[in-house]
């Protein structure tokens, strides 16, 4: 039927956005993770039960990041309502857990580094990641 996907998220994204607009996609979704990553690090020892809670939600976030990702590998859509709050509620984690640390503490997030480096290294490897892993699959399954 014509309303149904013919590829995975992933590769649906850069296929309709191009590798440009999938950099961006891909970014808030691993910035989500980074920024989720790094605050349950920070909070390893919680002193108020605020952060506490945090640190259990934070690490919620990195669940459902990854449990999106996991259904989005197989047929899924790249541009959904759902995933857009997961962009926005992740994207919030380390702000959040930010103030809760008080003044004085580092920086979650880095944009420079995090963004221009590691969301650029993660956009190609994960181009690349889902292409091999399609070859390998149809390969294998595929005939």
């Known amino acids: 039927a014509e309303d149904r996907a013919a590829h995975n998220a992933f590769v649906a994204c850069y296929t309709s956005i191009g590798v440009f607009g999938y950099w961006f ?4 979704l691993q910035m989500g993770v980074i920024g989720a990553w790094r605050t349950r690090v920070a909070l390893t020892r ?4 605020e952060q506490a809670w945090m640190r259990r939600f934070a690490g919620a976030s990195m669940a459902y990041i990854v449990g ?15 995933l857009f709050l997961l962009f926005a509620v992740s994207g ?6 930010e103030r809760l640390l008080g003044e004085g503490s580092p920086r979650l997030v880095k ?3 995090d963004v221009a480096v590691l969301c650029t290294v993660g956009t190609l490897a994960s181009v690349t990641y889902i292409y091999v892993s399609i070859l ?8």
């Open 111 to 113: 944009p420079r580094w």
């Open 46 to 49: 919680p002193e108020t039960e």
């Open 92 to 97: 919030a984690v380390p702000v959040v857990a």
């Open 136 to 143: 390998l699959l149809n390969k294998a399954w595929g005939g």
């Open 68 to 82: 999106f990702c996991a259904g989005a590998y197989f047929l899924s859509r790249a541009f959904v309502y759902p």
């Open 25 to 28: 996609w891909f970014s808030l």
